[in-house]
Nanobody, 124 residues
């Protein structure tokens, strides 16, 4: 099994920045890719960004492209999501997720490992 623990959420004004971290432990050698998803109240969970564990492949949702950056530090088994130019519509619970197989990076059903989520609130 793989355990994922997110941190770094909080309250920020529009235009501000936050960096989320996701620390993985356990059978991390089984991880093929990591992703970030978010869920706002009353809305479905949506894809934000993902990268292969090797870092070769990186994907972003159109809504966050050019504002968010996903990265990883394999030595620390940690994935980051740097969020800049935050907007009120970015407000959501952000979840870190891991998967063991290839496939569509934005398909949350393919991710078998999930963190507990961290709240990001962007005020206008």
């Amino acid at each position: 099994q793989v355990q994922l623990v997110e941190s770094g959420g909080g309250l920020v004004q529009a235009g501000g920045s936050l960096r989320l971290s996701c620390a993985a432990s356990g059978r991390t050698f089984s991880i093929y890719a990591m992703g970030w998803f978010r869920q706002a109240p009353g809305k479905e969970r949506e894809f934000v960004a993902a990268l292969s564990w090797s870092g070769v492949s990186i994907y972003y949702a159109d809504s966050v492209k050019d504002r968010f950056t996903i990265s990883r530090d394999n030595a620390k088994n940690t994935v980051y999501l740097q969020m800049n130019s935050l907007k009120p519509e970015d407000t959501a619970v952000y979840y870190c997720a891991g998967r063991r197989q290839s496939g569509d990076y934005n398909d949350y059903s393919l991710y078998g490992y999930w963190g507990q989520g961290t709240q990001v609130t962007v005020s206008s």
